[in-house]
């Protein structure tokens, strides 16, 4: 079964600093695609950013890049100057089978701003 | 501007009640999902329709049942059989291929009074 973790529950930073968010994954497909979505106090979901696993380069995406590892099965998320409007629980996903594209999510880190 | 509808924002439901929780897209996508969050378990799939008239079950669809008569809709209902109801349901649709992403309504808030 595919599988994505977020072995952070919480976690803080620091305004204007840097902080990194990790995922691992685990699949059996051999094209697929990675995401960070944003949920803030909203509840509105918000894709952040996204990774297509056959491309080497890391996704950037303006204070937003990722660490993709592929033969790691990390997908890790870097926010770059932090500000307050951060804060909220993030979500890593993958898109599962191809065809269905059920995408499968991960338990969410809140990350906290502090100012 | 294109995006997801879901209605109502929150909603409350007595024991043994039917609920239906509405999801309309104005995106043109063909596939839609339904998923229910609850805290610390992120977002369990409960059903998907990738197509007018075709719908399958995902991971936690027991107590559920939906409908696609619409390209646009893309109704869930919360039967009485579902024992644990009280959650946050999110709806969401996808353009085509796989690396499109979700786009997400903003979710309907269900409570078991």
């Known amino acids: 079964a595919q599988t994505v973790t977020q072995s952070q529950p919480e976690m803080s930073v620091q305004e204007a600093e840097t902080v990194t968010l990790s995922c691992t994954y685990d699949?059996?497909?051999?094209?697929?695609?990675l995401f960070w979505y944003k949920q803030p106090p909203s509840r509105q979901m918000i894709l952040v950013i996204r990774?297509?696993?056959?491309?080497?380069q890391n996704a950037t995406e303006n204070r937003f890049s990722v660490n993709f590892q592929k033969a790691a099965k990390s997908f890790s998320l870097k926010i770059s100057d932090s500000q307050l409007g951060d804060a909220a629980m993030y979500f890593c996903?993958?898109?599962?089978?191809?065809?269905?594209?059920?995408?499968?999510f991960g338990t969410g880190t809140r990350l906290k701003v502090l100012a | 501007d294109g995006g997801i509808t879901q209605s109502p924002k929150y909603l409350f439901r007595k024991e043994g009640q039917n609920v239906t929780l509405s999801c309309e897209q104005n995106l043109n996508h063909d596939a839609m999902y339904w998923y229910r969050q609850d805290p610390g378990q992120g977002l369990r799939l409960i059903y998907y329709?990738?197509?007018?008239?075709?719908?399958q079950k995902g991971d936690i669809a027991e107590g559920y049942s939906v409908s696609r008569e619409k390209k646009e809709s893309f109704p869930l209902t919360v039967t009485s059989a579902q024992k644990n109801p009280t959650a946050f349901y999110l709806c969401?649709?996808?353009?085509?291929?796989?690396?499109?992403?979700?786009?997400f309504g903003s979710g309907t808030r269900l409570t078991v009074v």
């Open positions: 969401a649709s996808r353009g085509p291929g796989g690396g499109y992403g979700y786009t």
């Open positions: 699949t059996s497909e051999s094209d697929y695609y």
């Open positions: 329709s990738q197509i007018v008239n075709d719908f």
């Open positions: 996903a993958s898109s599962g089978p191809s065809g269905t594209y059920k995408y499968i």
């Open positions: 990774q297509e696993a056959y491309k080497q």
